[in-house]
């Protein structure tokens, strides 16, 4: 008579807890399904498991199968984090805007010419709002791109005509000067604070089509809160070359004097440049404005209230300092 064999995933005795061991590493891999017996039904078996009973090949290739699998997806998820940190380098450059809801895709130009618009209002000590009209029509007018080219006579970020009065091409094509331009003939509206964003746009430009600036509304909105700084270390960029060893500070110090009037800035040897700032919205909106020049103006690390951006890692967007900034200052090198 032939002797009974047990199963080999259930067992009593001496073999018992290897084989419930071995029958648990299987069903850990996800390929095998459940034991159907049990130790009861192994006692009435009567018989004693050995490794002898247990088909060990075909639970060690079970096995390596689950080793296999845990690999992969270790594998996968690193990848996956690897090609998160590579993505921005592999597109190119870009920067990130969050002013609330979906993060906001801008090219490096559109982001310096809205960090720009901010740093006029600034300097004019005007409110957000009038941000978010020069914004509307920007966007309307020119995708925030300094065109050289336009409708008729048409130049620059606002498309600004020199045959109206607004100003010599040369001069119009200097985002600082058509902003400011652009700013004069808004304050110039009667109550353009409480009008409809896109009815203040068209009071500025007498667009054909002065219904175009709504669809912006939302969008500028969003932006004015993260250029200005009302919302903190809420834009970044990341660029595709690596920059320079050494910062152009006094470059960049007269375009940020001309952009937000008087600042204060201070040329050291560490770090390059000190800004000076009156309030922790001025100081986000020039932090704003040198990240989003930084490959201009080779500019490696942006310090301010706590936070940190380095060309390096541009893409990972601002992170807590090690070494902080001082007090009302933005710090860069």
């Keep these: 008579m032939d002797r009974p064999v047990a199963r080999p995933d259930c067992g009593p005795d001496q073999g018992a807890a290897i084989a419930f061991w071995l029958c648990g590493l299987v069903r850990r891999s996800g390929r095998s399904a459940p034991c159907p017996g049990s130790r009861k039904q192994a006692r009435q078996v009567g018989q004693r498991v050995t490794f002898d009973a247990v088909p060990t090949s075909r639970l060690r290739r079970r096995g390596i199968s689950g080793v296999t699998l845990l690999i992969l997806v ?24 969050r002013g609330g809801g979906v993060p906001m895709s801008l090219g490096t130009g559109q982001a310096g010419i809205a960090s720009t618009i901010a740093g006029v209002a600034q300097r004019d000590a005007l409110p957000s709002r009038a941000v978010t009209v020069a914004y509307a029509a920007a966007l309307q007018e020119s995708k925030l791109a300094n065109l ?3 409708d008729r006579d048409s130049v620059g970020v606002f498309q600004q005509r020199p045959s109206e009065g607004w100003g010599k091409r040369s001069q119009l094509e200097d985002p600082v000067y058509a902003t400011s331009k652009f700013f004069g003939a808004l304050t110039k509206v009667p109550d353009y604070e409480h009008l409809p964003i896109y009815q203040a746009a068209q ?22 809160r993260a250029f200005t700084g ?72 942006v ?11 541009g893409a990972r967007g601002w992170s807590r300092a090690l070494f902080p900034a001082r007090p009302k200052s933005v710090e860069l090198g």
């Excluded at 310090?303 to 890692?313: F, I, M, S």
Aim: charged share 20%.
């Design 74 to 97: 270790i594998g996968g998820v690193a990848l996956y984090f690897a090609f998160q940190r590579v993505a921005p380098l592999i597109k190119g450059s870009g920067c990130e805007a």
């Design 148 to 150: 050289k080219y336009g």
């Design 203 to 224: 009071a500025v430009q007498h667009s054909a089509d002065g219904e175009a600036y709504k669809q912006y509304q939302p969008m500028a909105t969003k932006m004015a």
């Design 230 to 301: 009302q919302r903190p270390h809420a834009v970044w960029c990341w660029y595709p070359n690596k920059i320079g060893k050494k910062a152009r500070v006094h470059a960049a110090s007269a375009e940020l004097a001309k952009t937000f009037g008087p600042l204060g800035t201070r040329v050291r040897a560490d770090p390059e440049m000190i800004v000076h700032v009156g309030s922790r919205a001025e100081g986000w909106a020039v932090a704003t404005w040198l990240v989003a020049h930084a490959e201009q103006y080779r500019i490696a690390d």
């Design 303 to 313: 310090r301010y209230d706590g936070y940190q951006w380095t060309a390096a890692n």
